[in-house]
Nanobody, 115 residues
């Protein structure tokens, strides 16, 4: 079982920055693929960024060049650095861990970007 706890969301003006953190309670963190998803009301949850167990990263097109995903295996934590935020980035952001087809989710953290 993997437990995930997100932090770092909040309200920021357009053009500002936030850093999300996700702490995992597990002894297999280094083997997990970690990701950040986001969801707005009435929409499907979308993958924002993912980092594999060998630190390969992928991003959805709308955040490339603005967001950076990283991980610290010593701290069992994954981060999402979000720069140049736009109002359309407003969403609940969820941390995800997966391995061998099993997915685990955090409770979500709200990010609101004002124009």
């Amino acid at each position: 079982q993997v437990q995930l706890v997100e932090s770092g969301g909040g309200l920021v003006q357009a053009g500002g920055s936030l850093r999300l953190s996700c702490a995992a309670s597990t002894n297999i963190f280094s083997s997990l693929f970690m990701g950040w998803y986001r969801q707005t009301p009435g929409e499907q949850r979308e993958l924002v960024a993912q980092i594999t167990n060998i630190n390969s990263t992928t991003y959805t097109d709308s955040v490339k060049g603005r967001f950076t995903i990283s991980r610290d295996n010593a701290k069992n934590t994954v981060y999402l650095q979000m720069n140049s935020l736009k109002p359309e980035d407003t969403a609940v952001y969820y941390c995800n861990a997966h391995r061998y087809g099993l997915h685990y989710w955090g409770q979500g953290t709200q990010v609101t970007v004002s124009s």
